[in-house]
């Protein structure tokens, strides 16, 4: 394995690691090598032309206070060039030799690699239906996206989300926010679908409704109507919806189109062990473009998240230099709209055993799912500050009294303590 510590730093400082990808995950590892004290070249290939960003506050600051899109970059100025992280951006990747342990670049350029890291992301599932490539109906996903997206939110304009998942309802209070009229379309019978049951969504839906936004459920949209752009859309129903934006919101596909072009493994998303690395020898994965093994989780799990871009290049630097740690992280989840904060912990749909503390839109509350007396979940609306305690109950697997859990008197970092 490259960098081992069987290898002297002389040798390791010959060695190149390339990451394609210089998105948060492509970023966070070339910035985690060098903190685990790789020597050798790191090099690091980005498709878009800017350099790397963070992209939750895409949906967010961007859209409802016009921030710049490259808000929150990734490196501060100076920090590639001091830490030796050669950056190039605007390099598309077109193809991997992993038994030369070469990659081919669209400019005809080949570059070697001693070991590779894919971070490609993942790409916008797009709504296949007539009218989808009219002007004013978008996706959200880079900086180009925001920046497209963000004139066209102005007053009094009808905008329509179709996906009521996180991108779609963050869009929708950013939106509002501009003062837009909102409609979200959603093909589940309840918001969120993907990451949590009714007994948690409906007080999404409430707030939206609250704050004017029109949400239609077990709908689907057939078709864009417009002219020169936008119009409206067609639900399959035959109900027309007027709008002058929308926005498809429907979920991601990994970009796992270069590795499978390799013969590397994958199945919806690179498939990695539990120290990122995949079915070719010297090449690891990271981020969205992953399915990775998750020893708490205990299977494989594809989770586009910012924490797991932040935490699989730790694990996948950890490997490369020789010092294993396998992935083994509650899964992380949050969202930010109209002001409330909500964080999902674990990887549940929150459709069994509730028990709430607190009451969510009237001021702090988590919601624990728990599951043979063992909390295996909790959604928490604004009570950042008990994420801790809350992930080690989790992590504890132990059974836990519903009435502490229940009690606001009962300080969960003491129960974190004494569970641990």
Not at 365 to 387: I, N, T
Request: glycine share 10%; proline share 6%; charged share 25%.
């Amino acid at each position: 394995m490259s960098g081992s510590p069987s290898e002297t730093s002389s040798e390791t400082a010959q060695r190149t690691v390339v990451i394609v990808g210089a998105g948060q995950g492509g970023a966070r590892t070339a910035q985690a090598l060098r903190r685990q004290g790789w020597q050798g070249r790191v090099l690091l290939l980005g498709q878009e032309p800017e350099a790397p960003y963070e992209r939750p506050p895409l949906s967010k600051e961007v859209l409802a206070e016009g921030a710049d899109p490259e808000c929150v970059p990734l490196f501060k100025p100076g920090q590639a060039e001091s830490q030796g992280i050669e950056l190039e951006t605007g390099v598309a990747v077109t193809a991997l030799d992993t038994a030369a342990k070469r990659l081919s670049c669209a400019d005809g350029r080949e570059v070697a690699w001693d070991a590779l890291v894919l971070a490609t992301g993942a790409r916008p599932r797009r709504l296949s239906v007539p009218g989808a490539d009219l002007p004013g109906v978008h996706l959200l996903r880079t900086a180009a996206d925001a920046r497209a997206l963000a004139p066209e939110l102005t007053e009094g304009r009808r905008v329509l989300l179709v996906g009521g998942g996180f991108i779609g309802l963050e869009v929708a209070a950013s939106a509002r926010r501009r003062g837009c009229r909102v409609t979200v379309v959603e093909a589940a019978p309840h918001l969120i679908g993907r990451a949590m049951g009714p007994k948690i969504s409906r007080f999404l839906r409430q707030l939206h409704i609250e704050k004017g936004v029109h949400i239609r459920l077990s709908g689907q949209v057939s078709a864009f109507e417009g002219e020169e752009r936008l119009e409206g859309a067609v639900l399959a129903d035959g109900t027309r919806l007027p709008a002058e934006v929308a926005v498809v919101g429907i979920g991601c596909l990994a970009e796992d189109s270069l590795a499978r072009a390799a013969g590397i493994d994958c199945d919806d998303g690179v498939l990695t062990d539990a120290f990122c690395a995949t079915s070719a020898p010297g090449v690891w994965a990271v981020g969205d473009c992953t399915r990775h093994e998750n020893r708490w989780l205990g299977r494989r799990v594809r989770l586009e998240s910012w924490e797991n871009a932040e935490l699989a290049p730790q694990v996948a630097a950890r490997a490369i230099c020789g010092k294993p740690e396998p992935y083994a992280a509650v899964p992380w989840f949050w969202t930010d709209q109209y002001g409330l904060n909500l964080q999902l912990l674990g990887l549940t749909a929150f459709e069994g055993e509730l028990v709430w503390r607190g009451t969510p839109l009237e001021g702090p509350a988590v919601a624990f799912e728990l599951e043979h007396g063992m909390v295996r979940g909790a959604a928490l609306f604004d009570s950042g500050r008990e994420r801790r305690p809350v992930k080690q109950i989790i992590e504890s697997r132990s059974r836990v009294d519903p009435e502490a859990l229940a009690d606001p008197g009962v300080s969960l970092r003491d129960l974190a303590k004494s569970l641990a």
